[in-house]
DNA sequence: TTGAAAGCGCTAACAG
DNA sequence: CTGTTAGCGCTTTCAA
């Protein structure tokens, strides 16, 4: 930055002062010798040393987040919409993914901590005790998403996955099922997971109906292929299965994909329906029965509080803890 | 770290050996010292500034990584692989997509440089004037992957998607498939999508087969939509169609759908070839011929590479140029 | 094995 | 609108 000032006989300032502003506002430099800088960085090839800027201004532009897994277009599409809303205030997302683990997510949070993010966005509200006492005390916003919680640390953005779950049950006793079955992973791996079962457990529940064809099968990531084992055994431990909610879309296509492999019908001999909204639900034949979920929105309203936190935090002032209750919706298809 | 010094009565530099090292090393603190150096940060909530570190030693422990989409399992399967392969050594991978967008690859390689990445991983091998000039003169190791290229700016890990689609067309043709089309996205909007065409074109010709079957819809990335729409027009366009390969499996996935949506048997009527080994490609029924990738081996070598560069550039030397030439399996399955 | 001094490249704060 | 000064929290380097 020297070089360049030396160069165009400025001082470091005013060059710093041309970079650091995209839009010209008061106090900068005028707009020929902000160009003529410009090119001149251009020219000699330099690049601005955000680590030395983050280092004197205490603003390193990060936004941390933690995502169960990259592969999975539920929470991809989270981060998508996250760094679409962050992106715009010159913000940048430093990713994390746990692999459903919560002592990596606590590693991984004091790792994102060094980096001394502006703003955190974790998934769901599961944390060991030291994970959830790093995010208290790391004195930056922190926003849960995806699940509903009773006990935010701050912010939370999501919806309920029972309550969701409840309903898709309701919709398909409305259709006339009522020897339904429960299809997941094993709970202790995945909070949302045991959410949803909680959900279909409570909802046959009230329903009078039974509620014990459940099965567990594998951890999460649970794939397709754990649903296509999963129906097999389902429907022989209970012939009498009409119809069976699976823990996420994957899960239902797998089975789905069974049962057409083995020439039973869907929905005739059995109904399948799944969660997420995924692609591949819409895609496949039949299209499979679903509770779409805003993924990208989660992301993008978490982003739009942090940047509201964060401003406010600026002026010295402090957000108080909001939640955002997200939209979702049940698609009944031609798999129930 | 002043603060924890104090309180032990050390100074600053113990503080920061005890640290900056996880296994003790000759000239650290006794591992007393250091217990009781660990435990007073865990007590006073410490949590050592990354920022400041990297400032001064000129260290930033980020591997950049630019992958064109997150919801794409072949690049999140990569940037997993890299992110395995450098967090043994204490990298933390910072990642960008560039949604397929050369303009906003240039974008963000600026952006990603401004935090001093120790190393770089991109996607392919097109990349604006800019952005090409930017990496070459970045001063750090540079990792191309997924194509195998004639003029890489550094390292190379990937292969031939010409070749594998060759091999594909070679495998269906031993099968007797002739009328065989190949269903894409517009060309210029991926260049790994023109790759695979390209050899679709090539192993006709050397076939002396005719090879104007071929569609483009959409840009990248293509849906599943976008296949099943494209098997439609391609049938009633070429109506002696015998297969078609499709630029990937979820397009050849929508194509497949949509044939069992109209009740056009496949392989009967028509067979179904993807590319990419996803998983929903051995999920279905029937099960997808593919080209299987070995995405995640693609992130890890490059992550072993880029490690190896910078050990050498710590002891002054440099790496010269490699390519990695990675396999691929033509996997054939019921669809053909 | 430990400590003292210097400095990394930038921006905040203030002065002009 | 521009410049000067000080300093961010560490690590490097050198000395003990």
């Known amino acids: 930055m020297a070089d360049i000032a030396a160069r165009l006989g400025v001082s470091k300032m005013t060059v710093s002062r041309a970079l650091s502003r995209s839009t010209r506002r008061r106090s900068d430099a005028s707009e020929d ?30 936004i941390a987040t933690l995502i169960p897994a990259l ?14 809303a962050v992106e715009s205030a010159g913000m940048q997302v430093l990713m994390g993914y746990t692999d459903y683990d919560m002592p990596t997510e606590e590693q991984l949070i004091r790792t994102l901590l060094m980096r001394r993010p502006e703003g955190i ?7 060991t005790p030291l994970a ?13 998403t995806w699940d ?28 006339g099922y009522r020897r339904m079955g429960f299809l997941g992973g094993l709970p202790q791996s995945d909070a949302r ?9 409570e909802a046959m529940a009230q329903l009078d109906l039974d509620a014990t064809r459940t099965l567990a099968i594998g951890s999460a990531p649970v794939s397709m292929e754990a649903g296509a084992q999963g129906v097999v055994q389902m429907l ?42 995924f692609e591949i639900a819409q895609a496949c034949h039949p299209q499979i029965t ?11 309203v978490a982003g739009q509080l942090l940047l509201k936190a964060i401003a406010l935090s600026r002026s010295g002032q402090k957000l108080a803890p909001e939640t955002v209750v997200m939209p979702y919706r049940i698609e009944l298809r031609g798999s129930t």
């Not at 009498?240 to 005739?268: K, M, T, Y």
């Not at 679903?290 to 993008?300: L, R």
Request: aromatic fraction near 6%; charge should be positive; glycine fraction near 12%.
């Open 33 to 62: 010798l902000r160009q003529r800088i410009l090119n001149t960085c251009q020219e000699m090839g330099y690049v601005m040393d955000q680590t030395a800027r983050t280092f004197s201004s205490k603003r390193s532009g990060f």
């Open 71 to 84: 592969n999975n277009s539920n929470f991809s599409d989270t981060a998508h919409g996250l760094t679409s």
């Open 121 to 127: 966005v974790v998934t769901g509200g599961s944390h």
């Open 132 to 144: 959830k006492k790093l995010l208290e005390s790391s004195g930056v916003p922190v926003v849960e």
């Open 148 to 175: 509903l919680l009773t006990q935010p640390i701050a912010h939370n953005v999501g919806f309920s996955n029972a309550q969701a779950v409840g309903e898709l049950v309701r919709a398909l006793h409305a259709k």
């Open 193 to 201: 997971g045991a959410d949803r079962r909680q959900g279909f457990l």
């Open 236 to 277: 022989s431990r209970w012939p009498e299965l009409e119809a069976v909610i699976c823990v996420s879309d994957h899960v239902a296509f797998g089975a789905l994909s069974e049962c057409q492999r083995r020439g039973w019908s869907v929905p005739g001999r059995l109904a399948i329906a799944g969660f997420g909204g």
């Open 290 to 300: 679903t509770v779409a979920v805003d993924s990208a929105g989660i992301g993008k």
